[in-house]
């Protein structure tokens, strides 16, 4: 079983197999947020190395106020908008509303799925929704963090969170409803 507060204490002093038990215990959690925002493939592994580094770094600052998974998700997110910013010429739209300038692929759904199966399909969608939107399903949804959760790692009020999860599900649901329209006619 793992105890935050031991494992954390252990560090702190020192011990080396205690931060790599931390990483393997949290990698997917890091590995997933940064994958959901960051859509250059190349970079999410160096991405979740530096979060690891900050995490190391900043552990002292951890004060158990948070759960541990609530802190590294925190950072994560972070290091990986600041990645966004300083990455990406154009303006990241983490906090965008402009749904006229939202556009899908132009590929139709079947072609889509010729090329991946369903999953990656759905995947592919969730790539497509602006970055907030992103941000919020993914977390609450594949990291199972609850919305008071996500305020804390994303600094958004609890109404904006919920209010992004049900466009965000509203888009899904729409562009999957005339993918299953199309594939029954």
């Known amino acids: 079983m793992f105890n935050e507060k031991e494992v954390v204490t252990k560090i702190l002093k020192g011990d080396t197999r205690a931060f790599e038990l931390l990483v393997k215990q949290y990698e997917r959690l890091v590995f997933h947020v940064i994958n959901r925002l960051v859509r250059d493939h190349d970079d999410v592994q160096d991405i979740c190395q530096e979060v690891f580094i900050k995490v190391h770094k900043g552990l002292f600052r951890f004060n158990f106020q948070s759960k541990l998974s609530t802190w590294i998700a925190q950072v994560t997110y972070f290091t990986a908008i600041n990645y966004l910013k300083k990455y990406n010429n154009r303006r990241t739209s983490e906090f965008t509303d402009d749904m006229e300038n939202f556009h899908f692929t132009n590929e139709t759904p079947e072609q889509l799925l010729t090329k991946k199966e369903v999953a990656n399909y759905v995947e ?19 990291n199972e963090f609850s919305c008071e959760e996500i305020g804390e790692i994303t600094g958004m009020p609890e109404g904006t969170i919920k209010n992004y999860l049900f466009r965000a599900r509203k888009l899904l649901k729409q562009k999957i409803e005339v993918y299953l329209k199309n594939d029954i006619i």
């Open 124 to 142: 592919e969608l969730i790539l497509q929704l602006p970055e907030s939107y992103r941000t919020v399903i993914t977390l609450y949804h594949l």
